[in-house]
């Protein structure tokens, strides 16, 4: 695969869960089919948080279970409902050999949903290039977090006009 340049585009500091689930959201409404977003972050972090956040804010109401014991969570739209993209949540920390990640099927998400991947490293270089890596980390007050936004040109133009609503 082509070796993309990723470089920092945005970062925030959110001060609790409730300014996590609006940038989320604030992010789900630029998303296409065919996206595929990373969240790279230490136990903790909030990376299944943020995937749920985004998975709720695209249409899906249901319950967001982590997807750490199946490895990928699929959400489906009704069949009447053309508006709403499917989406493929992977959690990968159980991922023993890059070349398993084949045996999901990821490639039909990579092509046909909106693909959110927890743990992406453990892809190795089956990873795609031209995907969004969003880093979450603890910050020193209790429930805020930092968030930052690494990409290629294309996902600096995207993501331009991202910023987090007033709380």
């Not at 001060?15 to 230490?42: H, M, Q, W």
């Not at 279970?65 to 959400?75: D, E």
Request: charged share 25%; glycine share 6%; net charge negative.
């Amino acid at each position: 695969m082509t070796q993309i340049s990723a470089t920092a585009i945005k970062e925030f500091f959110l001060k609790d869960l409730v300014a996590t689930r609006k940038l989320a959201r604030e992010l789900s409404s630029i998303l296409n089919i065919g996206d595929i977003l990373t969240f790279k972050g230490n136990l903790g972090a909030g990376k299944t948080e943020f995937c749920r956040a985004i998975i709720h804010a695209l249409g899906y109401n249901e319950d967001v279970p982590s997807p750490t014991f199946n490895l990928v969570q699929i959400y489906e739209p009704q069949i009447d409902d053309i508006d709403t993209p499917s989406i493929w949540h992977m959690d990968l920390y159980r991922l023993d050999n890059p070349e398993d990640v084949f045996e999901l099927g990821i490639e039909d998400g990579f092509d046909t949903a909106i693909s959110l991947i927890e743990w992406p490293e453990r892809m190795g270089k089956y990873l795609p290039s031209e995907h969004l890596q969003i880093f979450l980390s603890m910050d020193d007050i209790e429930g805020s977090r930092k968030i930052s936004f690494e990409g290629s040109e294309y996902w600096r133009v995207r993501l331009n006009n991202l910023e987090l609503p007033n709380a």
